[in-house]
């Protein structure tokens, strides 16, 4: 099965300032198959992006995805405070889907 | 609107069973592949079971092989989980969630999650 490991584990940010997560998978992810997560405490987990860069409906265009191959990113322009959050990313291009351990983006 | 709401968990004794549920509605259920995902406390997403659209294919981690059971009843637009042979390590927050890529096997990525349900194995 493929590994993703992400990169930091927590990122520890001010509101405003640009935040950059890191995946990266064991083998090459077919077609770019890799989603983002965002999840909250106490909550689901809520899809930020598919397709390595495609924004999923309603998410706010400072998120953005890319990346290709076994290296992929997430990118949150500014940081709002809602934001502050973990991080999953997730392949689906191989069985079975496999996810990251995550990255926790904390406030400074 | 999309919903999903699971149903079932609770606190068990190692060794026992339980059985989750999970409520469908605002889509058409028997289009999609349905998926089981876990959360142990302060852990990270495992991804558990999944069935296709039919109930036709099943898929298992390993971890759980022989001994949960994935299923669905399109007529009631629900999934269940029948969770056997329970252990400490089965402690989590288990998730519904939708496979958003009818044709893409096993469903691709998850578009949908449900609120989850805890389930707790302990003397």
């Known amino acids: 099965e493929i590994v993703l490991t992400q990169s930091p584990g927590t990122l520890s940010l001010s509101p405003g300032e640009r935040a950059t997560l890191s995946c990266r998978a064991s083998?090459?992810?077919?077609?770019?198959?890799l989603a983002w997560y965002q999840q909250k405490p106490g909550q689901a987990p809520r899809l930020l992006i598919y397709?390595?860069?495609t924004r999923a409906t309603g998410i706010p265009d400072r998120f953005s995805g890319s990346g290709s191959g076994t290296d992929f990113t997430l990118t949150i322009s500014r940081l709002e405070p809602e934001d502050f959050a973990v991080y999953y990313c997730?392949?689906?291009?191989?069985?079975?889907?496999?996810f990251g351990q995550g990255t926790k983006v904390e406030i400074k | 609107e999309v919903q999903l709401v699971e149903s079932g968990g609770g606190l068990v004794q190692p060794g026992g069973s339980l059985r989750l549920s999970c409520a469908a509605s605002?889509?058409?259920?028997?289009?999609?592949?349905m998926t089981w995902v876990r959360q142990a406390p302060g852990k990270g997403l495992e991804w558990v079971a999944n069935?296709?659209?039919?109930?036709?294919?099943?898929h298992y981690v390993d971890s759980v092989q022989g001994r949960f059971t994935i299923s669905r009843d399109n007529a009631k637009n629900s999934l269940y989980l029948q969770m056997n042979s329970l252990r400490d390590e089965d402690t989590a927050v288990y998730y519904c969630?939708?496979?958003?890529?009818?044709?893409?096997?096993?469903?691709?990525?998850?578009?949908?999650w449900g609120q989850g349900t805890l389930v707790t194995v302990s003397s």
């Open positions: 969630a939708r496979g958003a890529i009818r044709w893409l096997a096993r469903g691709g990525y998850f578009d949908y």
């Open positions: 605002g889509f058409t259920f028997n289009n999609y592949w």
């Open positions: 069935i296709k659209q039919d109930g036709s294919e099943k």
């Open positions: 083998q090459s992810v077919t077609s770019n198959y």
């Open positions: 397709g390595a860069s």
């Open positions: 997730q392949q689906y291009g191989s069985s079975p889907q496999t």
